[in-house]
């Protein structure tokens, strides 16, 4: 999937697995390394707020 950086406000609402650089900025916002990101977004998706919830809840 390319990465359109026009469009940054669905940056801060979805998690994209797919460019190094968004797993480095996601992984250092959240507080989680890259297998817990990739665990959370299998388990209720990409939407930032799911995963979020998600992951304060397994702390």
Do not use: F, P
């Amino acid at each position: 999937m390319s990465d359109d950086k026009s469009k940054t406000g669905n940056d801060r609402k979805l998690i994209s697995l797919e460019q190094e650089y968004e797993l480095r900025d996601w992984t250092q916002s959240l507080g989680c390394t890259e297998k817990q990101l990739r665990a959370a977004v299998e388990a209720v998706g990409n939407s930032a707020d799911a995963v979020r919830k998600y992951l304060s809840g397994r702390k």
